[in-house]
Every structure is written in C-alpha cells, then in structure tokens.
C-alpha cells in the first residue's frame, strides 16, 4: 500500500534552516509529480512547492527564493530545504501527490518558527 512519512520538522529561530524529508513507498516513486502542503492553525491547507517526474519544480510566492524542492528517486524520497524561516512558516508540513490524494495523507511533520 501507498505510504508517505514525513519527517524533519522541528523548532527554530526566525532567519534559521531545516530540511524536511518524505519516504515514499508503495507505487513508482519515479514518475509521480510529488508536492509539499502545510497547514496552519485556522487556515486551509496549501501547496508550497511541486516537483514533477522530470524534475521541474514550482513554489508558492510566499516561499519563492527560500524553499527548495528535490527528489531522490534511488530513495523514494522528496526533500523540501527550508531557509531563512519566517514564524509565518509555522505550519504541520505534508507530502502527497500532485494532485493530492485523499487517501495518502498522513501525519505531517510539525514546523514551529520563533521570533
């Protein structure tokens, strides 16, 4: 069955750096456009950035120039590299495919960013 796991988050200061992960598993990693989502507290959830089977990758304005989206389909797995962190990056951070899948949610990965 599919699984995606996120993993990574965690809390920092403004201005600080993480790099989150997301082990896929269970389908052709390979040729699935694949995205990260996050969600705050009171708000809806939304797509921060998308990398396709080609490698092409879009962002979110909000995250433009700070985020940056890879995959290593050797490990099934899609990072998101996360710079110069602003508190409105505070969010529970989710994988899933483009488009997203109901079904494939999982637990997310919590991003707090301080002050």
């Known amino acids: 069955q599919v699984q995606l796991v996120e993993s990574g988050g965690g809390l920092v200061q403004a201005g600080g750096s993480l790099r989150l992960s997301c082990a896929a598993s269970?389908?052709?990693?390979?040729?699935?456009?694949m995205g990260w989502y996050r969600q705050a507290p009171g708000k809806q959830r939304e797509l921060v950035a998308s990398?396709?089977?080609?490698?092409?990758?879009n962002y979110a304005d909000s995250v433009k120039g700070r985020f940056t989206i890879s995959r290593d389909n050797a490990k099934n797995t899609v990072y998101l590299q996360m710079n110069s962190l602003k508190p409105e990056d505070t969010a529970v951070y989710y994988c899933n495919f483009i488009p997203d899948v109901y079904e494939y949610w999982g637990q997310g990965t919590q991003v707090t960013v301080s002050s």
């Open positions: 269970g389908f052709i990693f390979r040729i699935n456009a």
């Open positions: 990398i396709t089977g080609g490698g092409s990758t």
